[in-house]
Nanobody, 119 residues
Framework: QVSLVESGGGLVQAGGSLRLSCAASGSTFSINVMGWYRQAPGKQRELVAIISSVGAANYADSVKGRFTISRDNAKNTVYLQMNSLKPEDTAVYYC?????????????WGQGTQVTVSS
């Protein structure tokens, strides 16, 4: 069982920055992928960025060059540094962890944190 606790959301003006954090606890396993997804009102949940246990990262085209995902394996924590924020970044941001144990796959989600970018 894994619990994910997000923090760092809030209200910022366009062009500003926020740093989201997600701390994982429980049986996270050493082989896992952590990431951030977001869901805006009336839209589907979409991938923002993911990062593997060895630090390989992938980003949605809409955030490339502005957002940076990182992780601290010792702390079981993933971060999302968001710079040059735009109003269209407004959404609830969810932390995700996919753990692998032998042939089994486990999928966990955080409660979400609101990010609002005003113009």
């Amino acid at each position: 069982q894994v619990s994910l606790v997000e923090s760092g959301g809030g209200l910022v003006q366009a062009g500003g920055s926020l740093r989201l954090s997600c701390a994982a606890s429980g049986s996270t396993f050493s082989i896992n992928v952590m990431g951030w997804y977001r869901q805006a009102p009336g839209k589907q949940r979409e991938l923002v960025a993911i990062i593997s246990s060895v630090g390989a990262a992938n980003y949605a085209d809409s955030v490339k060059g502005r957002f940076t995902i990182s992780r601290d394996n010792a702390k079981n924590t993933v971060y999302l540094q968001m710079n040059s924020l735009k109003p269209e970044d407004t959404a609830v941001y969810y932390c995700n962890l996919v753990a692998y144990y032998r042939t089994l796959k486990y999928d966990y989600w955080g409660q979400g944190t609101q990010v609002t970018v005003s113009s």
